[in-house]
């Protein structure tokens, strides 16, 4: 049985209609045409230094750490200090480092490199891994025209963002796990390099039995927190810890931070409504509890395929955690690509396709309507999950 429900022609619209892959190579050459428009002075300016954006303060990190004072990455004064010197003038704005150290080997590799070189390396690196994720998740030469067309794509190749690296790290750890659980276990080990996303794991993990992944996810981790202790010692961890509070204040304090459309969370939403800070709090944490109950709820539910199970924990990850910016939406490509790998097999379900297409034109807005809608695009990323869920259900109960 399928559902389909649109039709184009007298022709329903299937995942594999002309029309899908035509919408999908319009979003990949509007993204190239934006990064066309800001080619010049993208990376460096006329001068040839650095245009501070987000990669700039990983490169600053990996200088620091090449100079031989890693934990001074962590010190606000001493970054800002190194980053103008780098920069030959105040950037204008603080770019933090809020990493743990297991990722500063990574920016002391970029640093050995030129500016301009690092940052086509760091591109040259995740992009690719990030589309081979998306194509490998889909399971269909469509994934390279869905990769390519998402519209987070350019809120993380023209600022060097990382965005795409985690995506890829979730994707990776999902998309293994059913047949290769061990290096499943592997990419969750890495994604700890951004924590706040790995977090509802080993709850999935646990209620799916994934014992294996969970192991290797642990091992992974706890060898990466070994390696940073031998390559710089212990005091970038007790600066890490130390200075954790004041982010967390800078990023969340009403005082100290007003720009809460950058963040796409519930919390930054309730924020910029006017919501206090005790009540944006609340229903953030409610939300991530219900977030966690759900996600275990399905995956011990062996009657939900696992593509759901899948697109509603990449989806999960985004809602729970109050610290996501644009770039890390990348991570709903993920879903996206779930969700249309079950598309493949059963065809759209109702609604579906209108669905995605409305997702995408609210990630499409992000940068430019000033308010925090990709939470919203999650929240539509829910609803047709939940939507898929119940009309298979009601479809297996009636062939019974």
Same mark, same amino acid.
């Given at each position: 049985m399928t559902w389909q429900t649109l039709h184009r022609g007298g022709q329903a619209l299937t995942p594999r209609s002309e029309v899908v892959r035509l919408a999908c190579f319009g979003l990949l050459i509007a993204n190239l045409a934006y990064l066309a428009s800001v080619w010049q002075g993208w990376i460096t300016d006329d001068s040839g230094r650095p245009v501070p954006t987000d990669f700039f303060n990983v490169y600053t990190t990996g200088r620091l750490v090449l100079d031989g004072h890693p934990a001074a990455a962590y010190d606000w004064d001493l970054l800002y200090a190194a980053e103008t010197a780098l920069l030959g003038r105040e950037p204008g704005a603080y770019l933090g480092w809020h990493y743990p150290p297991t990722f500063?080997?990574?920016?002391?590799?970029?640093?050995?490199?030129?500016?301009?070189?690092?940052?086509?390396?760091?591109?040259?690196?995740?992009?690719?891994?990030?589309?081979?994720? =998306?194509?490998a998740i889909v399971g269909d030469k469509l994934?390279?025209? =869905?990769?390519?067309?998402?519209? #987070?794509?350019?809120?993380?190749?023209?600022?060097?963002?990382? /965005?795409?690296?985690?995506?890829?790290?979730?994707?990776?750890?999902?998309?293994?796990?059913?047949? %290769?659980?061990?290096?499943? /276990? !592997? #990419?969750?080990?890495?994604?700890?390099? @951004?924590?706040?996303?790995? =977090?509802?794991?080993?709850?999935?993990?646990v209620a799916g039995g994934y014992w294996r992944t969970i192991g290797a996810a642990a091992a992974t981790a706890i060898v990466?927190? &070994?390696? *940073?202790?031998?390559?710089? /010692? !212990?005091?970038? +961890? *007790?600066?890490f810890f130390h200075w954790l509070p004041r982010t967390s204040q800078a990023l969340f304090s009403e005082s100290? %931070?007003?720009?809460?459309? @950058?963040f796409? *969370?519930?919390?930054?939403?309730?924020?910029?409504?006017?919501?206090? $800070?005790?009540?944006?709090?609340? &229903?953030? &944490? !409610?939300?991530?509890?219900?977030?966690?109950?759900?996600? #275990?709820?399905? +995956?011990?539910? @062996?009657?939900?395929?696992?593509?759901? @199970?899948?697109?509603?924990? $990449?989806?999960?990850?985004?809602?729970?955690?109050?610290?996501?910016?644009?770039?890390d939406l990348a991570g709903l490509a993920v879903a996206v690509a779930f969700l249309m790998r079950r598309a493949l097999v059963t065809d759209f379900a109702r609604g579906e396709a209108f669905g995605l297409a409305f997702m995408t034109g609210?990630?499409?807005? !992000?940068?430019?309507? /000033?308010?925090?809608?990709?939470?919203?695009?999650?929240? =539509?990323?829910?609803?047709?999950?939940?939507r898929r869920i119940s009309q298979e259900d009601r479809g297996a109960l009636a062939r019974a």
């Open positions: 500063l080997a990574v920016a002391a590799l970029l640093a050995t490199m030129p500016y301009a070189a690092a940052f086509v390396a760091w591109l040259a690196v995740t992009l690719p891994i990030y589309v081979v994720t =998306i194509r994934g390279w025209l =869905i990769a390519g067309a998402f519209p #987070c794509l350019m809120p993380n190749v023209i600022p060097g963002q990382n /965005g795409l690296l985690t995506a890829s790290l979730i994707g990776g750890t999902l998309v293994l796990l059913q047949r %290769h659980p061990l290096l499943a /276990g !592997v #990419c969750l080990g890495l994604l700890t390099y @951004k924590p706040q996303f790995g =977090i509802l794991f080993p709850l999935v993990l990466l927190a &070994l390696a *940073s202790l031998v390559l710089f /010692g !212990v005091t970038p +961890w *007790s600066e100290s %931070h007003t720009n809460w459309y @950058k796409q *969370s519930l919390l930054a939403l309730v924020r910029m409504l006017g919501g206090s $800070a005790a009540l944006a709090w609340t &229903l953030q &944490l !409610v939300l991530a509890a219900v977030t966690a109950i759900v996600l #275990c709820v399905m +995956w011990r539910n @062996k009657r939900v395929a696992y593509d759901l @199970k899948a697109a509603a924990t $990449a989806t999960g990850v985004l809602l729970a955690t109050p610290y996501v910016y644009i770039y609210l990630l499409l807005i !992000v940068p430019f309507l /000033g308010v925090p809608v990709g939470m919203m695009a999650a929240a =539509i990323s829910v609803a047709l999950i939940g």
